[in-house]
């Protein structure tokens, strides 16, 4: 499958820089924020690209109201950070083409991709194909994919999940300790599997701060993605500051 305008995107801004900043926004908690101060501040810090998605509380017409407002306030891509059928909608610009490639249920690992095939391809969607990973206690996200989540300490078999997702022929690999996670991904996680693929590394949950996502982008993270810090900080100036200095301390390339 040939790269799409947003792949390439995504692309061009990890070559520049090394290590790009996303935002994840959940879509039944986006009522709570003020949506055009939260948006504008997330673009002038330099963020990259907005996700949308969340594991509960998500249907299609949530998903496209959502979008519609973040595309109101902003340029920047939005990609679907899909949970199941009912996250697809066709005013994103692309979607994470995900497996979760250590659940215990078929269906998040190929069903709901044979399901939603066809509706991306009406929608004329961009796919971009990622290997998804639950690893530590992985929140509600495991109870929901039905995951195994994978224990921390077991470093050689996350790095053999991402091997796999590389050979399978994805394109991208996502380490997801899960959104509201005490702790992310340890670095050195991180740098053993950056030594072992040659896929974009996107890491997420319990990313709180820059020096987090600074250590994370120094052993290897190409993508470090931010979800929980917008919900739980309501100092929109306090949060400009935090989401700039990310930007900053995760640009690993001068």
């Known amino acids: 499958m040939i790269k799409g305008k947003i792949e390439s995107y ?33 673009e002038r810090a330099g963020t990259s690209a907005i996700l949308v998605g969340g594991s509960t509380g998500v249907t299609e017409s ?9 595309k ?16 697809i909608t066709s005013n994103a610009d692309a979607i994470f083409y995900m497996s979760l490639l250590n659940s215990q249920n078929p269906y998040y690992l190929i069903e709901a991709q044979m399901l939603a095939a066809p509706i991306i391809k009406r929608y004329k969607l961009e796919a971009i194909p990622v290997g998804y990973l639950i ?7 495991s109870y929901v994919g039905w995951a195994r989540p994978i224990p921390i300490k077991h470093h050689n078999i996350i790095a053999a999940y991402a091997m796999a997702a590389e050979m399978l022929g994805m ?16 670095p050195e996680t991180v740098e053993l599997v950056r030594r072992n693929v040659n896929i974009h590394l ?21 993508i470090v993605v931010t979800g929980s810090l917008i919900e739980e900080i309501n100092d929109y100036d306090e949060l400009y500051k935090i989401l700039r200095k990310i930007n900053e301390n995760i640009r690993v390339k001068s």
């Open 202 to 222: 996107i890491v997420g949950g319990g990313i709180r701060d820059a020096e987090t996502a600074g250590k994370l982008a120094k052993a290897g993270a190409e």
């Open 72 to 87: 109101e306030y902003c340029k920047l891509p939005v990609i679907i950070f899909p949970s199941g059928l009912n996250s």
């Open 135 to 141: 690893i530590g206690e992985g929140e509600a996200v």
């Open 10 to 42: 995504l692309e061009a801004r990890i070559n520049e820089n090394g290590c790009i900043h996303v935002v994840l926004i959940d879509p039944e908690k986006f009522h709570k924020f003020n949506a055009r101060k939260l948006i504008e501040i997330i």
């Open 62 to 70: 949530l998903m496209f109201h959502t979008i519609e407002i973040i």
């Open 171 to 186: 394109r991208m690999v996502y380490l997801e300790a899960g959104s509201g996670s005490k702790t992310s991904i340890p």
